[in-house]
């Protein structure tokens, strides 16, 4: 049977850098993937430019059970190491909005540069390889491929999070850290876009592809960024951002001129300029078919100067706090990530392993930490395989 010290299950960004990191220290590493190519989040990620790490990395945008657990990966590796790696490749990069890293060019460079640097160091890649079963021994495991098997000293599952399916996402490292008895925060779709009631759906629909600014809160979070009407509910970096903080049934609210007082701006625009329409005066501020809409939606008259208090407060109120229970999300098959995975509890927050299962590492988004929108999981994905990287 050949041998291992570590074989890493997952080539994305986790395990990318585990093995990287493990092999520079001499390891005997072996990288699995059953994709035919490693790497395939990082390659689309960021719309091609892969937004590969925050400036504002920080462990109150991640979310988990144990919102401590991520601390020590996080400081250990800052971004700063990653945009030095890739400053040491030549690999250029800059920043947009909101502290975002993205590359200047294809986010390939990242998939190989990532590759280049485990191989180089001496790790094996096979690419093309389930993991028919996982066997702990008495000292080690077998894994048994369907090229025959293999013995390691230690297991490190990098398999991701379920989110889109037709990448090749799996379950698997909940599967197997329930099979070896590690308990699981319930995994959901995060980063994602709400459905809609039909009959929301039905008057918003007309809608889609307006977008516009707003401050959206669900579940005690708020985020001030732009929302976007689809033809099947609401997207836009504000949604994706509540999404992770929303739960079935809960309702959602919504901002759309955040930092105005948009009922004493309309009394005030009644008395000095009554004859323009209510639309009118909104389309100022939002998209014109987003005003006219919400004008509809309020019953007010043609004429700002014919609405009376309630119209107002009612338009104001529709503008301001517009609150809607989603119907639900998209869910995985287009969700950015999952939240929950496999209980920090069970796992060792500088070496990523397992108390009750020693030389299995679980790292990445497979584990019940979950950044925002905007860098984070990915600096999550670098740390946490930097860090296992360092104890296998
Ligand atoms: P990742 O998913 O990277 O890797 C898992 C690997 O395991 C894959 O290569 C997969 O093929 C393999 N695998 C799965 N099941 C297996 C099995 N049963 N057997 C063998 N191999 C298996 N984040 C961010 O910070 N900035 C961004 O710009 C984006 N953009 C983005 C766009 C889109 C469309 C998505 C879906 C996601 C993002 N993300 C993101 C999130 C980011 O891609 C994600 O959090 C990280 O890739 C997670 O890294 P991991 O290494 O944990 O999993």
Same mark, same amino acid.
């Given at each position: 049977?050949?041998? @291992?010290d570590?074989v890493?299950?997952?080539?994305g960004?986790a ?5 990287a ?5 001499g ?11 490693p790497?395939?989040?990082i ?6 430019r892969?937004?590969? +790490? ?6 109150s945008?991640?979310l988990?059970?144990?919102?401590? @657990? ?13 945009i030095a790696l890739?400053?040491? !490749? ?7 909005t ?5 590359? &200047? ?24 390889t ?10 080690g ?7 025959? &098997?293999?013995?390691a ?8 999070g379920k ?7 799996t ?8 099979g ?5 925060? &319930?995994?959901?779709?995060?980063l994602?876009?709400?459905?809609l009631a ?10 889609a ?19 976007? @009407? +689809? ?6 970096p504000?949604v ?6 929303w739960r079935?049934g809960?309702?959602? &609210? ?9 009922l004493a701006?309309?009394k +005030? ?8 329409s ?20 309020? !019953?007010a ?10 119209v107002?407060s009612?338009l ?11 119907a639900?999300?998209?869910?995985y ?11 920090t509890r069970?796992?060792?927050?500088r070496?990523f392993?397992?108390r009750k299962?020693l ?9 019940d ?6 860098g984070?999981n ?11 990287g360092?104890?296998?």
């Amino acid at each position: 049977m050949e041998g @291992f010290d570590v074989v890493v299950i997952g080539a994305g960004a986790a395990g990318m850098m585990c093995a990287a990191e493990a092999a520079l220290r001499g390891r005997r590493v072996l990288v699995l993937d059953h994709a035919r190519a490693p790497g395939e989040k990082i390659r689309i990620s960021g719309g091609g430019r892969c937004n590969f +790490t925050n400036l504002g990395v920080h462990p109150s945008r991640f979310l988990s059970a144990n919102p401590r @657990f991520c601390i020590s990966a996080l400081s250990r590796y800052p971004p700063a190491d990653f945009i030095a790696l890739l400053d040491s !490749a030549g690999i250029a990069w800059r920043e947009r909005t909101l502290g975002q890293l993205f590359l &200047e060019g294809s986010a390939r460079q990242v998939v190989d540069l990532l590759v280049r640097r485990m191989t180089g160091a001496g790790a094996e890649l096979r690419l093309s390889t389930p993991v028919r079963d996982l066997v702990r021994l008495e000292t080690g495991f077998r894994l048994t491929l369907d090229a025959g &098997e293999v013995a390691a000293d230690r297991v490190v599952l990098a398999t991701g999070g379920k989110s889109i399916p037709k990448m090749g996402a799996t379950g698997y490292a909940l599967d197997v850290a329930r099979g070896f008895g590690l308990a699981l925060v &319930e995994p959901r779709a995060g980063l994602v876009p709400f459905t809609l009631a039909p009959d929301l759906l039905e008057r918003l629909s007309p809608l889609a592809g307006v977008s516009a600014p707003a401050r959206v809160r669900a579940g005690g979070a708020a985020f001030d960024e732009s929302l976007l @009407f +689809t033809h099947r509910g609401l997207s836009g970096p504000a949604v994706l951002q509540a999404s992770s903080y929303w739960r079935e049934g809960e309702a959602v &609210e919504v901002d759309l001129a955040p930092g105005v007082d948009l009922l004493a701006h309309l009394k +005030t625009e009644r008395g000095r300029a009554g004859r323009q329409s209510p639309a009118a005066l909104l389309s100022a501020r939002l998209p014109a078919r987003l005003a006219r809409t919400l004008a509809e939606g309020a !019953a007010a008259p043609p004429r700002l100067g014919d609405c009376n208090d309630a119209v107002l407060s009612r338009l104001a109120a529709s503008v301001n706090a517009w609150t809607f229970r989603p119907a639900g999300t998209e869910g995985y098959r287009t969700a950015e990530v999952m939240l929950g995975g496999v209980d920090t509890r069970e796992l060792d927050s500088r070496t990523f392993e397992a108390r009750k299962v020693l030389g299995l590492h679980i790292i990445g988004e497979a584990v019940d930490v979950t950044g925002w929108l905007g860098g984070y999981n990915f600096q999550w994905a670098w740390a946490s395989g930097w860090a296992a990287g360092q104890a296998v």
